[in-house]
């Protein structure tokens, strides 16, 4: 199944008919709908801006931030920073999207799919730094809750990855092609 928005892929969880999702960001909240592998990343939490903004003109009130649905940092965001206008999008694709047509003012996302996005699309154009006193993002493979054995299967194939192969697979998917 494909999913083209965060919408989208709540709906399929929802819904039971899936087997597993490639990767996602860890959070107690989601762990009630579906069971999460042991992380095979970390990453940091990011704002994403104009080049041009420093950071700390970020946050303030009255500024527009976007942030994915169903983010897992959304209610802690928005009850840390209660004057910012959040405007709830379906991707971080769109966001970034729509921070470069000046839309917005800054995106929140991970510095993964930040730095992927922006080397491949918006280079010199859009520039990404850590939210400060947030843990990271845990990405792992969600699969349906009670499939107990999948779970272990992943989890064991998981921990069999020295890390420094892990960091190599992360390198490759973020670098930009020749």
Do not use: C
Not at 158 to 167: A, Q, S
């Amino acid at each position: 199944m494909i999913a083209n928005s965060n919408e989208e892929m709540a709906s399929i969880i929802r819904s039971g008919n899936w087997d597993i999702l490639s990767s996602a960001t860890y959070s107690p909240e989601r762990e009630e709908q579906a069971a999460f592998t042991h992380p095979f990343l970390a990453t940091p939490f990011v704002i994403v801006t104009r080049v041009a903004v420093k950071q700390t003109e970020t946050m303030k009130p009255g500024m527009k931030v976007a942030i994915p649905a169903y983010h897992t940092l959304s209610e802690k965001l928005k009850t840390k920073y209660p004057g910012v206008q959040w405007v709830e999008v379906e991707n971080t694709g769109a966001a970034l999207s729509m921070l470069d047509r000046r839309e917005i003012d800054a995106v929140v996302s991970t510095q993964l799919a930040s730095r992927y996005i922006i080397d491949h699309y918006y280079p010199n154009r859009l520039s990404y730094f850590r939210i400060p006193d947030e843990r990271t993002a845990q990405i792992a493979f969600v699969i349906p809750r009670g499939s107990q054995e999948l779970q272990s299967i992943l989890n064991k194939a998981i921990d069999d990855i020295p890390p420094k192969e892990l960091m190599n697979l992360a390198g490759k998917w973020v670098k930009t092609p020749k």
